[in-house]
């Protein structure tokens, strides 16, 4: 048996002391807060020496002292040794330190971040997609709470990995990659991935709940990521390894400061961010025990991993069909969808209509349904989008009605007369410009005269 400690045993810093209690320790609160702490010693989940300093993680949270705050190195060690001791004392004290030598070995022998790499290689391949089959591709592949509504359950996934942007998919690389290490590392790969899978389908969950006309972005996914670290740090924080734990006041503060910034911005897509938060936070919850000792791997999480698997090969395959589809009726069956779901958003109607004209020789059938869908979209719109008009005369164009293309440009010409694109689409269909000589669309649709839509204005959501 070990003879009882002092009373109060001291270990000087050069920013006040370390002061071991009979119960507890007090001690620097850390760079993110001032003042002392007070913690007891049941309430410890990991203590550690790394190369920045000694790593102190308790279930109210974490400390860092840095190595400089020691006078001699081995006074770190003399910590690290006396914290564990006094551990070792408590009733259960052997279990803890069980414990902690397994978090000391996973922080050892931690694997690369399998997970987070091939997510961000995933919204890489997407994104590369998304430029080589423009706009094809985004069409076919992003989110849309009429299409999903319509049969096209593929868009719950695929929507995931596009972006509306170059510095859209840095943001989410970013925080993909950081998020989803952290989290892999605490909890192990295949738990990360389910808590992954529930996010991506929470988050677009949330955006069909929310009625999105179009939302693209990972940012769903890395909203679960946090929702999860937040859950294992509040709920589960002996599963998480001392060096990997983010002071609370950092994470809570970073993700309230996200929100405020989020809600001012344009086009964010809250209702998926909300779901995807929501998604990971109860997958984590799910996924975890209250001992690390014990792996994070319930009887059921091989299959629904299996499962969220084959559902992603399901939905690849089924967005390969219906981009690359050499099948003109599968597009004609999909185009008299949309024709007939109530209430459809005009900028459906008229994507699924510029897609069909745009594509390589396009049969009668399909052009009469483009131009149902066209002449919809603008007339539901009062003919006041000149991107609406555009598409309108383009299906005209493309049908041998070159007059009725002509007059319809010219409307848009009205709506927008600074923008050259239109004109140099009536040079096309006047025969001033080769028929096959589309010119560059605006990088962004010009905004429509203000009339009472039955949703929102077009675009996409992030």
């Not at 000792?293 to 090969?313: F, M, Y």
């Not at 239109?422 to 010119?439: V, Y």
Request: hydrophobic share 50%; charged share 20%.
């Amino acid at each position: 048996m070990n003879p009882a400690p002092p009373d109060v045993q001291r270990i000087p810093l050069r920013n006040g002391s370390l002061a071991l209690h009979a119960t507890g320790f007090r001690h620097p609160r850390g760079p993110w807060s001032r003042g002392e702490g007070f913690t007891p010693y049941a309430e410890l989940t990991h203590v550690t020496l790394t190369a920045r300093g000694l790593r102190i993680a308790s279930r109210g949270g974490a400390v860092l002292l840095r190595s400089g705050e020691f006078f001699q190195a081995s006074d770190a060690v003399v910590a690290l040794h006396q914290l564990r001791e006094r551990v070792a004392l408590l009733p259960d004290g052997r279990d803890r330190l069980d414990a902690m030598d397994v978090l000391d070995r996973r922080l050892a022998s931690r694997p690369r971040p399998r997970l987070a790499r091939g997510l961000v290689l995933a919204c890489l391949v997407g994104f590369g997609l998304q430029w080589l089959f423009f706009p094809s591709f985004d069409l076919a592949a992003m989110f849309s709470a009429d299409l999903v509504r319509a049969g096209e359950f593929w868009r719950l996934v695929t929507a995931n990995f596009l972006h509306g942007g170059f510095s859209h998919l840095i943001l989410n690389a970013i925080g993909l990659f950081l998020l989803g290490s952290l989290l892999e590392g605490a909890i192990g790969l295949p738990a990360a991935a389910f808590v992954v899978a529930a996010s991506a389908l929470g988050a677009m969950l949330g955006s069909t709940l929310a009625d999105y006309i179009s939302a693209v972005g990972a940012s769903g996914i890395v909203a679960g990521l946090a929702g999860a670290l937040i859950w294992l740090e509040f709920r589960r924080p002996q599963l998480v390894p001392a060096p990997w734990r983010l002071p609370r006041r950092l994470l809570v503060g970073a993700l309230l400061v996200d929100t405020l910034l989020l809600s001012f911005l344009p086009s964010i897509a809250h209702a998926a961010h909300a779901g995807g938060f929501l998604a990971g936070a109860g997958a984590a919850m799910l996924v975890t025990t209250g001992d690390p000792r014990l792996a994070a791997r319930p009887r059921w999480l091989p299959a629904a991993n299996a499962l969220a698997a084959a559902l992603g090969v399901a939905s690849v395959m089924a967005l390969a069909w219906s981009v690359w589809s050499p099948d003109d009726m599968a597009v004609h069956r999909r185009a008299e969808r949309v024709l007939v779901i109530e209430g459809v958003h005009p900028q459906i109607m008229n994507n699924e209509a510029w897609m069909i004209a745009i594509s390589d020789e396009p049969g009668e059938a399909l052009l009469d349904v483009a131009l149902r869908l066209a002449e919809r979209a603008v007339t539901e719109t009062g003919r006041a989008d000149p991107n609406l008009l555009d598409t309108l005369a383009e299906v005209l164009f493309v049908s041998g009605n070159a007059t009725g293309a002509v007059s319809t440009i010219d409307e848009a010409i009205v709506l927008a007369p600074g923008e050259d694109y239109f004109r140099e689409q009536r040079r096309r269909f006047t025969g001033d410009r080769e028929a096959g000589d589309r010119p560059e669309p605006p990088d962004v649709p010009i905004d429509p005269l203000p009339l009472p839509l039955p949703d929102e204005a077009p675009g996409f959501r992030v």
